[in-house]
C-alpha cells in the first residue's frame, strides 16, 4: 500500500504534465487555423472580385464586337 500512493501522485503529475503540454500545441493549432482562415477568406474576396472584373470585361468585349459587327 505505500507504494501505490507514490505512483498515483507520480501519474497524476505525469498526466497533467502531458495535458498541459496538449493544451499548449491546441493554442497553437487554433491561432495557426484562425490565422489560415482569415487568408482563406481573404483570397476568396479577391477571387470573387477577380470574377466580377472578368464576367465585366467579357461584357464590354460582348458590346464592343456586336458594335463592330453592325452595318451602319
Known amino acids: ?6 505512483l498515483l501522485a507520480l ?4 498526466l497533467g ?6 493544451w ?9 487555423i484562425a490565422a489560415l482562415q482569415a487568408e482563406v477568406d481573404s483570397k476568396s474576396k479577391d477571387l470573387f ?3 466580377t472584373a472578368r464576367k465585366q470585361i467579357e461584357q464590354q ?7 463592330a459587327a453592325v452595318p451602319k
Do not use: E, H, Y
Open 1 to 6: 500500500m505505500k507504494i501505490v500512493a507514490p
Open 11 to 14: 501519474s497524476t503529475l505525469v
Open 17 to 22: 504534465f502531458a495535458c498541459l503540454v496538449l
Open 24 to 32: 499548449d500545441k491546441l493554442n497553437d493549432q487554433q491561432t495557426k
Open 49 to 51: 472580385d477577380m470574377d
Open 61 to 67: 468585349l460582348r458590346q464592343l464586337t456586336n458594335s
